[in-house]
């Protein structure tokens, strides 16, 4: 079972750099977001899809635009990387009913220089 | 402010050794609440949830989590620690009304010696 896909899984940017990071699902949910993790700080919502179709805004979005192509896919795109959006990104899905978990892929560790 | 508060940045314990993990939150009513485990250079993994019911929720590995709503907390424990429990266990809480987003804590990074 793959679950939550990520690609790529590293990625080292030099600022200003634009690169769009992938995320696709086979579980069938509704549901999939966006994490970075920093040292320290957990995991940060940057952006979440509920349901196909829609995107919403999550605690740190900015400098990031996302895509739900399909009920799959769900992608973040960095326009003009950052130095300070070096980061560990993380994408879940979620089925949709309320008392459900969400499922994390492994991670895609990007490194802006 | 909501807000997810894991007061141990690092633990360490000792093989075979009892372990608790503390996390308290602070949201107006009683949240979903999740324990997740994150390996080295993996994604993180459910562990337990507690939603409502028995305050007493088991998990998987072994791990249990205790729900306090006195204490707004919601500790997870193991009674003997494995070399493979070394890993960041994260604690994450959604609101009652809107569960679409989790609000994590900063993690507890657990190292266990022999």
């Known amino acids: 079972n793959a679950g939550v896909t990520q690609t790529p899984k590293f990625q080292v940017l030099k600022t200003g750099q634009s690169m769009t990071l992938q995320c696709a699902q086979d579980?069938?949910?509704?549901?999939m977001y966006w994490y970075r993790q920093d040292p320290g700080m957990g995991l940060r919502l940057i952006y979440y899809s509920a349901s196909e179709g829609t995107t919403d805004k999550g605690e740190v979005p900015n400098g990031y635009n996302v895509s739900r192509l399909n009920k799959r896919e769900f992608s973040l795109r960095l326009e003009s990387a950052a130095p300070s959006q070096t980061s560990v990104y993380f994408c879940?899905?979620?089925?949709?009913?309320?008392?459900?978990?969400?499922?994390f892929g492994d991670g895609t560790r990007l490194s802006i220089l | 402010a909501q807000s997810v508060t894991q007061p141990d940045i690092h633990i360490t314990v000792s093989e075979g050794a009892s372990l608790e993990l503390r996390c308290n939150y602070s949201y107006g009513a009683t949240p979903y609440l999740f324990w997740y485990v994150q390996s080295p250079g993996q994604g993180l993994q459910l562990l337990l949830k507690y939603f409502s019911g028995d305050t007493l929720v088991q998990g998987i590995k072994g791990f249990e989590a205790e729900f306090k709503r006195s204490q707004s907390s919601f500790n997870l424990r193991k009674p003997s620690v494995h070399w493979s429990d070394a890993a960041e266990y994260f604690c994450?809480?959604?609101?009652?009304?809107?569960?679409?987003?989790?609000?994590f804590g900063a993690g507890t990074t657990v190292t266990v010696r022999a």
């Open positions: 879940a899905s979620r089925i949709g009913q309320v008392r459900q978990p969400q499922h």
């Open positions: 579980m069938n949910h509704n549901s």
């Open positions: 994450a809480v959604a609101p009652s009304s809107n569960d679409y987003k989790l609000s």
